[in-house]
């Protein structure tokens, strides 16, 4: 989610124990992302402030707002969606030989790549935001416990998330992967991959200044088809512009969003792999 980086830790500035059992996590979470930490009963903890919330029960972000946030772990279970799976689609999870691997550069929430790993897809989701990159940790830390049940573990056990800088990650990979899936930052009026309150909670008060945001967006582009073997899937809306205005070789249209399929650079085919390190650890 290169679009938020910095953004929660700008407005978030406490982690924040709710439960006394918890406290010890929340503990070193705070100094793990350099940010205030708040026990349990010290009494201390605004409610109306941001904050990093660590229970027993897992973790959330809370916005200035009182909105919750967490990684969509729902999506760990998720079959094919009914109708049109675009998403499925244009990953192509149906070919035969089975579902590619998929890097997923820009996690956020988590919603689409732990739906893709529910499908079967080996998934590398990359977040460099740390804030989200705990929250994505957290739940597929709890679903290979089994604390989700069978099928979610199954489907973190298909799970490699990375924290850090998707462009960075993709160039120091020696094999590529088949595809590389892009979901970055809507425009401003649009919200994230339509994601609903999680994702328009975590845009903040800031954003980004339209140019960089161009610019960063066509280095990603590029990074990504310079790593795919077979495509690069880029989720769009449905009448935004093309990523970093690069027109795409085709587009899978739905109601709202549509997902632009950009071929990879030709030196790509030689070595490829799926996505690598099936289970479900972190790479920082």
Same mark, same amino acid.
């Given at each position: 989610?290169?679009?938020?980086?910095?953004?929660?830790?700008?407005?978030?500035?406490?982690?924040?124990?709710?439960?006394?059992?918890?406290?010890?996590?929340?503990?070193?979470?705070?100094?793990?992302?350099?940010?205030?930490?708040?026990?349990?009963?010290?009494?201390?903890?605004?409610?109306?402030?941001?904050? $990093? /919330?660590? =229970?027993?029960?897992?973790?959330?972000?809370?916005?200035?707002?009182?909105?919750?946030?967490?990684?969509?772990?729902?999506?760990?279970?998720?079959? $094919?969606?009914?109708?049109?799976?675009?998403?499925?689609?244009?990953?192509?999870?149906?070919?035969?030989?089975?579902?590619?691997?998929?890097?997923?550069?820009?996690?956020?929430?988590?919603?689409?790549?732990?739906?893709?790993?529910?499908?079967?897809?080996?998934?590398?989701?990359?977040?460099?935001?740390?804030?989200?990159?705990?929250?994505?940790?957290?739940?597929?830390?709890?679903?290979?416990?089994? /604390?989700?049940?069978?099928?979610?573990?199954?489907?973190?056990?298909?799970?490699?998330?990375?924290?850090?800088?998707?462009?960075?990650?993709?160039?120091?990979?020696?094999?590529? #992967?088949?595809?590389?899936?892009?979901?970055?930052?809507?425009?401003?009026?649009?919200?994230?991959?339509?994601?609903?309150?999680?994702?328009?909670?975590?845009? $903040? /008060?800031?954003?980004?200044?339209?140019?960089?945001?161009?610019?960063?967006?066509?280095?990603?582009?590029?990074?990504?088809?310079?790593?795919?073997?077979?495509?690069?899937?880029?989720?769009?809306?449905?009448?935004? /512009?093309?990523?970093?205005?690069?027109?795409? =070789?085709?587009?899978?249209?739905?109601?709202?969003?549509?997902?632009?399929?950009?071929?990879?650079?030709?030196?790509?085919?030689?070595? =490829?792999?799926?996505? =690598?390190?099936?289970?479900?650890? #972190?790479?920082?």
């Amino acid at each position: 989610m290169s679009a938020l980086v910095g953004q929660t830790r700008g407005v978030v500035s406490r982690v924040v124990a709710l439960d006394v059992p918890a406290a010890a996590r929340a503990a070193t979470l705070a100094e793990r992302l350099g940010l205030e930490f708040i026990a349990a009963d010290a009494g201390q903890a605004d409610p109306s402030a941001a904050a $990093l /919330e660590v =229970s027993s029960a897992g973790l959330a972000i809370r916005s200035a707002g009182a909105v919750r946030v967490t990684a969509a772990t729902a999506k760990l279970t998720s079959a $094919l969606l009914p109708g049109r799976d675009l998403l499925a689609r244009a990953l192509l999870t149906g070919q035969p030989g089975g579902p590619p691997g998929v890097v997923d550069a820009t996690a956020g929430l988590g919603a689409d790549g732990f739906h893709l790993a529910a499908l079967g897809h080996r998934v590398v989701m990359i977040e460099r935001e740390p804030l989200l990159a705990v929250l994505l940790e957290d739940a597929l830390s709890r679903a290979l416990a089994g /604390e989700l049940g069978a099928t979610a573990a199954a489907a973190a056990g298909r799970v490699t998330l990375v924290e850090g800088d998707a462009r960075d990650y993709l160039a120091s990979m020696q094999a590529s #992967t088949a595809i590389v899936y892009l979901d970055p930052m809507f425009p401003s009026k649009s919200g994230r991959g339509l994601t609903g309150k999680g994702m328009n909670t975590l845009r $903040l /008060e800031q954003q980004r200044d339209p140019a960089a945001a161009q610019a960063e967006d066509a280095t990603l582009l590029a990074a990504a088809r310079a790593h795919a073997s077979r495509r690069v899937v880029v989720k769009r809306p449905l009448r935004g /512009e093309p990523l970093g205005k690069l027109a795409p =070789s085709g587009s899978l249209r739905g109601r709202t969003v549509r997902y632009d399929l950009y071929a990879p650079l030709a030196a790509n085919n030689v070595s =490829s792999s799926g996505a =690598s390190a099936p289970d479900g650890s #972190t790479t920082r």
